[in-house]
């Protein structure tokens, strides 16, 4: 089985500060995801990474995968609190429709 | 028009009975999953389906069955329910193929408590 580890499990980080959060894979895969989840909601798709290589940002996140290093950063830029939520990475394996989840990130922006 | 929907959001019942949890998608998607969500927020696969046909059994017990009449909808049934089944349960989609980008559309989710 693929196995998807994230780090740290919990963040706690002040306002406007800048933190990265690690998502290691352990088998060959060109696809990463992020997700967002809110207290008692659904997982939202933030970013999708279809290439070693591949950055995306959008507002205060930038994500960017290393399949070589089977290697996936989300870099927080500036944190406000509207950003706590639960971050998880996802990994699609060669053979197709296998998402595998990270343990997902706990992250708490205080003011 | 909700793309990936799921009833109900909330089950409470009894150790023993049996209950379904149903999914729907307009989206168009060929494969479907469940996934389970326990207290500590990890996220495990439980069955996928592509085009109507089982393509993942990750170890979960044969009280929990999977049916897909169309490739729209997964609906999920399980027998004898015990404490530990007390998850919150996740369908999702996804397009597959080399030209999409492949990531899951999830619904929002089903609460499942067994007292």
């Known amino acids: 089985e693929l196995k998807v580890e994230q780090n740290p499990l919990f963040l706690s980080m002040q306002e406007g500060k800048n933190y990265t959060i690690y998502c290691n894979y352990s088998?060959?895969?060109?696809?990463l995801y992020w997700y967002r989840q809110d207290p008692g909601k659904s997982l939202e798709s933030l970013f999708v990474?279809?290439?070693?290589?591949a950055v995306k940002q959008e507002g205060r996140l930038m994500a960017s995968l290393d399949t070589k290093a089977r290697l996936s950063t989300l870099h927080i830029t500036a944190a406000v609190h509207d950003l706590s939520a639960t971050y998880f990475c996802?990994?699609?394996?060669?053979?197709?429709?296998?998402?595998?989840f990270g343990t997902g990130t706990s992250l708490t922006v205080i003011p | 028009d909700t793309a990936v929907s799921q009833t109900p959001k909330y089950l409470v019942t009894q150790m023993g009975n049996d209950k379904s949890i149903k999914c729907e998608q307009n989206l168009g998607h060929d494969t479907m999953y469940w996934y389970k969500q326990d207290s500590k927020k990890f996220l495990k696969i439980m069955f996928s389906y592509n085009n109507k046909e089982l393509i993942i059994n990750e170890t979960v017990p044969n009280r929990f069955s999977p049916k897909s009449p169309d490739k729209a909808h997964l609906n999920l049934h399980i027998n004898s329910l015990e404490l530990g089944d007390s998850a919150v349960y996740f369908c999702?989609?996804?397009?597959?193929?080399?030209?999409?980008?492949?990531?899951?559309?999830f619904g929002e989710g089903s609460r499942l408590t067994v007292l």
């Open positions: 088998t060959t895969s060109d696809r």
């Open positions: 990474l279809l290439s070693n290589g």
């Open positions: 996802a990994v699609d394996s060669l053979t197709g429709n296998q998402f595998y």
């Open positions: 999702a989609s996804s397009q597959g193929g080399t030209t999409n980008t492949g990531e899951l559309f």
